[in-house]
Every structure is written in structure tokens, then in C-alpha cells.
């Protein structure tokens, strides 16, 4: 079975642009969600979908969106971008109420 | 604030000896934690987990402990490996909906040969 699969791999930004990172995660799994990764903050929750809807969402600014489609492939969306938005997005998939999450690879987004 | 915390940020051991990952949370209502081990270029990997009725939980060279009054736990490895050296994170599960675990900062340990 594939394992989650977040693209692109590596992404640089100028301040102000918007940026979309994808995922897909492992076949069955109907939940996903993304957590951004900064050094000496561990992982912080942005949300979680399942089944296309939004079901938990963490305290980030309104900047931060996401969304998922039918075939639980989710995208996050960051609008004008600031320097501290650089991070490693990572993107997670579970069953559903499963506790157990299984991470892509991330998607290290630098922004200049 | 930080509701769990990893108060150590690195940790070194000599290979063979016994390597000792400590997580601190303030709510005294979490019931569900887990270990995560991310390599660099990686993402996390689940290694172990306890729920809140056992105090101890053990897989291979891997053991949990969990102390509920303390609202500490700690990841025991034993031995330590080379191949163990990377960033561990402990969780714990918000709520019961899923999808949602809240992380400690990380401690990146190194074993050393």
C-alpha cells in the first residue's frame, strides 16, 4: 500500500504569494490532517478533514485554508505569505477515528 | 501554552546504554499518548502508545511509562541503538474525534558508537 504522499518536496516563496501544497493519502483512509513544523515548536495542528469536511481546526490566522475532494486528496492553501510561515508542512492520513496517524514526507516551504 | 511538553531539546548516549525520553502535559484529562520518531527529510513515524489505564506499555527494546498524578511520561529505550538516533516526539490525542494529536516540542536524541 502507498504510503501519504505530499508534493511538491520543496517549495520557495517571495512574501505576499499564496501557495497550495497537496496530499494524498493512503488508500482508504478518510481522514487528513496537516500540521506545520517549526524549530523549537514541535508540531502545531492547523486541521483535520474527513469526508470533505472540515472537522477540527487549530489556531492559525484565517491565511491558513484547506480543503478535501471526494477522493480524500486534501490541499492547504497559505495567502500572503510572511518570512514566518517557513516551515515544513506536514500532511497526516488515519481511518477515521483512528488515533494512529501515518505522515507523508512534508513539504518544506521556504518563504524570502 | 504549551500543553505537552518536552523540556529537553537533545539528549546523547552511548550505544548499548539506555536512552530516557521525557514528556510533561497539563491537562490532567488526556487519557491517550503516543511516541513519534521522525529522521530528517522523514515524516514522523508511530513507535509506541499507552492509554491512560495501563502505566506501562512495552514493545521490543521500546517501553512507555505513564505517570498520572505526575502527568508525566517517559520513553525508555533499551539498548540504544545507532540507528535510533532522531528527532522523538510524544502526543496525545485531543479529543476522540481523531486526526487531531497535540505535540511536544521534540527531543532529538543521538546514540553515539
Redesign the interface.
Known amino acids: 500500500k502507498a504510503g501519504v504522499t505530499q508534493t511538491p518536496r520543496y517549495l520557495i516563496k517571495t512574501r505576499g504569494q499564496q501557495v497550495t501544497l497537496s496530499c494524498s493519502p493512503i488508500s482508504g483512509h478518510r481522514s487528513v490532517s496537516w500540521y506545520q513544523q517549526t524549530p523549537g515548536q514541535g508540531l502545531q495542528f492547523l486541521f483535520e478533514y474527513f469526508s470533505e469536511t472540515q472537522r477540527n481546526k487549530g489556531n492559525f490566522p484565517g491565511r491558513f485554508s484547506g480543503r478535501q475532494f471526494s477522493n480524500s486528496r486534501s490541499e492547504m492553501n497559505v495567502s500572503t505569505l510572511e518570512l514566518g510561515d517557513s516551515a515544513l508542512y506536514l500532511c497526516a492520513s488515519s481511518l477515521g477515528s483512528s488515533e494512529k496517524l501515518f505522515f507523508g514526507s512534508g513539504t518544506q516551504l521556504s518563504v524570502l | 501554552d504549551q500543553q505537552?511538553k518536552?523540556n529537553s531539546?537533545s539528549l546523547s548516549v552511548q550505544e548499548g546504554r539506555i536512552s530516557i525520553l521525557n514528556c510533561d502535559y497539563t491537562n490532567s484529562m488526556f487519557d491517550?499518548f503516543?511516541w513519534?520518531k521522525k529522521y530528517p527529510?522523514?515524516?514522523?513515524?508511530?513507535l509506541i502508545?499507552i492509554s491512560s489505564i495501563k502505566d506501562k506499555n512495552e514493545d521490543g527494546r521500546f517501553t512507555v511509562f505513564l505517570n498520572k498524578s505526575a502527568k508525566h511520561l517517559s520513553l525508555h529505550i533499551v539498548p540504544s541503538q545507532p540507528g535510533d538516533s532522531a528527532v522523538y516526539?510524544c502526543?496525545t490525542?485531543?479529543?476522540?474525534?481523531?486526526?487531531?494529536?497535540?505535540?511536544?516540542?521534540?527531543t532529538e536524541l543521538s546514540v553515539k558508537p
Open positions: 505537552v518536552q531539546p491517550y503516543l513519534y527529510a522523514e515524516g514522523p513515524t508511530f502508545s516526539f502526543a490525542l485531543a479529543d476522540n474525534q481523531g486526526g487531531k494529536l497535540i505535540f511536544g516540542q521534540g
